[in-house]
């Protein structure tokens, strides 16, 4: 029997083994350090016996899959706590979540924080015990039995009894639980954990199920790295955009409008900064404008395939008589710009770009301040073009990602989504644009990964997931191919024999949602926006009321160059109005006072830097204008 490794060497074994066992005969380190498996390319329990010629990969706490069955053991030790702790307590589900776990309980009353310090004590005898961790099969009878008072573990059994499968369980010392796996080999790898809160969640979801007391937490391999993310817990909740968008007056919610965003004026001002970059980005880059209705006739949404896809999440109305849906995105009306007037294969590639406003139902449970809403600006691109173009025109977008990532220091990684089950069009076409999207990142020196089955409907795609200051990634950008809608929509080119040809279409969203991407960055820059980002640029402040004057002149003189100004004129001491300036997160502070008006200078400030001294206007004047020109970041 031959096992292929991850490096491509080969070893031979002469009789079934575990992974366990091969991971163990690699090295001890691995044997300790493993989490699962992966075994002809699907994740595997480390118990899983290897009796045929197959691939193996040994996963650690550094794959996501192995990160998944070690926070997925550190909730059977949570649930195994609530047995010893609260033996009433009755079960739910406790999966792995990213950056931790979660268990949900039935019990008398909701968990307290005391609660939690208690169940984080319990659960490091457990760890200490290094309780070896089981893995069986029972028949549904017999799993029942075993479950017995156990009423949300007998509700899951019941699905699988019509199935004709065995029902696998784990069990650790004196607690067993209803369990797909993976899991670790025993409690003792899971040194460091964490209780982060508890709070209520329906069962399954549905508000019409009971509440149940939902547990969070998170788990480490070592002290060290638990110690490390809760500090970067804790910076992450000093930039929460929701608290420094209240702060900074960027944008509100309100119970009137659940999910749907007011910006306040500081937070236009961002906001149409932004666009303006975004424009100007567009039009070096060969894109025309086009902005499209956001309600459109039911009929539209059927022949674009939304309707069957995506009804679930869409607005509707009636209008005389008719049947309308508010646009959850803006695909189809693209369609219909590009269909109003005959095309040659001289007008391809065609590149139209398009800010529209659209509107999705989303769960009230699933609203998040700026980052999941109802109503956002998608900043979308439709670009037609034939065959032969399609590689160059993905190179062209890539390469406008590039830049405009770049600009705001973020770094990104590629996931190439492939055909999901429920797919319009031919496997034949599905594959020729997977391998076209592969072709052109990896021909530009791009690194990606496969994430199988999760393309969109109409076709494979590339998504961007971004990097920020704290090294959380965000999904934004996205490249979608599309042979399917251009077929819908019966889309025609003269192609250069003179025959009508369908062209080929790209999906194109750069920073997703606009209101999605303030928030990212909002939380990248802690609220400390880049000079040529900022709302308020600079604030003047008079150190007394004799310089309010020489004040007022100075934010008229950079007022008129194009700059964002404010002055404090108030009766307030300087340090105060300096350190208001600081939580306001201006970038430059021009204090004045009798000297400053005698010399014709200011005395700069810098939110990070602090005093920079005394300069003339003009030499102040030329270095905010290079930082805002060059975009830079400090």
């Not at 702790?85 to 589900?93: E, S």
């Not at 899971?190 to 508890?198: H, I, R």
């Not at 529209?356 to 109503?375: D, K, N, Q, W």
């Not at 999207?437 to 971004?466: C, R, S």
């Amino acid at each position: 029997m031959k096992i292929t490794l991850k490096d491509g060497s080969v070893k031979e074994y002469q009789s079934p083994v575990t992974a366990a066992q091969a991971a163990k005969d690699l090295s001890m380190g691995l044997y300790r350090a493993a989490c699962a498996a992966r075994v002809d390319g699907q994740v595997a329990d480390l118990r899983t016996v290897l009796d045929r010629d197959c691939a193996l990969e040994i996963l650690t706490f550094q794959d996501k899959d192995g990160q998944r069955a070690f926070n997925h053991t550190a909730s059977h030790i949570l649930a195994q706590a609530v047995t010893h702790l609260f033996p009433g307590a009755k079960f739910a589900i406790g999966p792995a979540i990213e950056n931790g776990f979660y268990y949900d309980f039935d019990v008398e009353t909701p968990f307290t924080p005391e609660d939690l310090e208690k169940l984080e004590k319990e659960m490091a005898a457990i760890v200490k015990a290094d309780l070896p961790i089981e893995r069986f099969e029972l028949e549904v009878p017999e799993a029942l039995e075993l479950m017995k008072g156990q009423p949300y573990k007998a509700e899951l059994i019941q699905e699988h009894a019509g199935k004709g499968e065995k029902i696998s369980f784990y069990r650790q010392g004196d607690f067993t639980d209803l369990c797909a796996g993976p899991h670790l080999m025993s409690t003792g790898a899971v040194k460091a954990v964490k209780l982060t809160s508890s709070t209520g969640a329906y069962w399954r979801g549905d508000e019409k199920n009971k509440m149940l007391c939902r547990v969070y937490g998170t788990a480490f391999p070592k002290k060290s790295e638990l110690e490390a993310y809760l500090e970067r817990l804790e910076e992450a909740k000093r930039r929460d955009h929701r608290k420094l968008g209240k702060e900074l007056g960027l944008f509100m919610m309100a119970d009137e409008g659940p999910g749907f965003p007011f910006f306040l004026p500081k937070g236009m001002v961002l906001k149409n900064t932004l666009l303006e970059y975004w424009r100007e980005c567009h039009k070096r880059y060969g894109y025309v404008e086009i902005s499209t209705p956001i309600i459109l006739n039911q009929e539209l949404w059927h022949r674009s395939g939304h309707w069957d896809h995506y009804k679930n999440n869409m607005y509707t109305t009636v209008i005389d008589g008719e049947d309308y849906a508010v646009k959850p995105m803006n695909c189809p009306g693209g369609m219909l710009v590009y269909k109003n007037e005959p095309h040659s294969y001289r007008d391809l590639p065609l590149r139209m770009a398009e800010l529209g406003l659209v509107h999705r139902h989303e769960m009230s449970g699933a609203l998040h301040g700026l980052f999941r809403v109802r109503c956002f600006t998608q900043d979308d691109a439709h670009i037609f073009m034939t065959r032969e173009q399609m590689k160059d025109e993905i190179k062209n977008v890539v390469r406008l990602f590039d830049e405009m990532y770049s600009t705001f220091g973020l770094t990104y990684q590629i996931e190439l989504s492939t055909m999901p089950e429920d797919h319009m069009g031919e496997e034949e076409v599905w594959h020729f644009a997977e391998n076209t999207l592969q072709a052109a990142i990896t021909e530009m020196g791009k690194d990606f990964v496969i994430n199988a089955g999760d393309g969109a409907f109409y076709g494979p795609k590339l998504d961007f997931h971004l990097a920020d200051s704290l090294g959380r990634t965000w999904q934004c950008g996205t490249i979608q191919l599309d042979f399917q809608m251009p077929e819908r929509f019966e889309l025609e080119y003269v192609g250069e024999d003179g025959q009508k040809h369908r062209p080929v279409m790209i999906h194109r969203a750069l920073l997703g949602s606009i209101e999605r991407f303030i928030g990212v960055i909002t939380e990248h820059f802690a609220g400390a926006f880049p000079a040529w980002l900022s709302p308020v640029q600079v604030k003047v402040m008079p150190v007394t009321d004799r310089a309010d004057a020489y004040a007022q002149e100075l934010q008229q003189k950079l007022d008129s160059l194009g700059f964002r100004v404010e002055t404090d004129l108030r009766n307030e001491k300087i340090g105060k109005k300096i350190r208001e300036a600081q939580l306001e997160k201006v970038p430059y502070m021009l204090v004045v006072g009798d000297r400053d008006m005698e010399n014709q200078t200011v005395s700069v400030r810098h939110r990070a830097q602090g005093d920079l001294g005394a300069m003339s206007l003009a030499d102040f004047i030329s270095k905010l204008k290079e930082e805002v020109d060059t975009k830079a970041i400090q």
